[in-house]
């Protein structure tokens, strides 16, 4: 079955920076388009970043996010990074990446059709 595994999150000052990963297996991973969304307590899971799977497919950012943080895929290992520069206190949060064959890029959840786990990040001030 289709697993996401996601690692990299942790404790991190504001101004640091951290690189998420997310291992894909059981899928087509290139031709899978990949999200990464953000949930922190009481609030609605947000979009953060994602790219579809066709070559020149254009990765798409969050404004609150644009300029700060960078999706990158490696088709090789399937696996998908998001790095994480001048983190902000209002960036922690569950971080989950998401995947949906044959898919384009989307901002929904609704998008994607598998999920993984989450791993928590969290910005002290």
Partial sequence: QVQLVESGGGLVQAGGSLRLS???????????????????????????????WWTDGRTYYA???????????DN????VYLQMNSLKPEDTAVYHCAARLLGRA???PEDYT??????QVTVSS
């Fill in 76 to 79: 090789a290992k399937n696996t």
């Fill in 63 to 73: 404004d609150s996010v644009k300029g700060r943080f960078t999706m990158s895929r």
């Fill in 22 to 52: 997310c291992a894909a297996s059981g899928l087509t991973f290139s031709r899978s388009a990949m999200g990464w969304f953000r949930q922190a307590p009481v609030k609605v899971r947000e979009f953060v970043t994602a790219s579809s």
């Fill in 106 to 108: 989307g901002s929904s």
């Fill in 114 to 119: 598998h999920w993984g786990q989450g791993t």
